[in-house]
């Protein structure tokens, strides 16, 4: 009994472990995104030039539940709150177009990454993004 208790916390041990670095890997990988001057790869993978207006770029893929359900509904509210003239919506299948994915570091559906006027970027956020916290990002650009 013993012997099983200290298998399954070393288990529990490496797990937390293996959590605890996935998550500073992915916190690296966005402070570099934020940090990063030249912006024009990312515009290149749009396939876009910056316009001067806030962009919110949306990546989801067909199969993608939350991304329907949740994110676009969100989404929809931050148009209808600040419309066409205050923000640029951006929306990218990620499962068609997987090096636009690539170059903005999207690891999973859905995920959303605020640009500043001037294209560069301002805020990932990997999963579910509420519509408010989407609007504040987009009014600190």
Not at 75 to 95: M, N, S, T, Y
Not at 107 to 118: E, H, I
Not at 121 to 140: D, I, K, P, S
Request: charged share 20%.
């Amino acid at each position: 009994m013993l012997e099983r208790t200290a298998v399954l916390l070393v288990l529990a041990a490496l797990v937390s472990l293996a959590v605890v670095s996935v998550r500073a890997w992915n916190r690296r990988r966005v402070q570099r995104l934020l940090a990063t001057a030249n912006v024009a790869p990312f515009w290149q993978s749009l396939g876009e030039a910056p316009d001067g207006r806030p962009t919110l770029v949306t990546f989801s893929t067909p199969s993608c539940a939350a991304c329907r359900s949740a994110q676009a509904p969100a989404v929809r509210a931050v148009e209808a709150q600040l419309g066409a003239a205050e923000v640029r919506v951006i929306r990218v299948d990620a499962a068609r177009r997987p090096e636009i994915a690539r170059a903005f570091g999207v690891q999973t559906v859905p995920s959303t990454v605020v640009l500043a006027g001037a294209g560069r970027v301002v805020a990932v956020n990997q999963g579910f993004a509420a519509a408010r916290r989407l609007v504040e990002q987009l009014r600190l650009t």
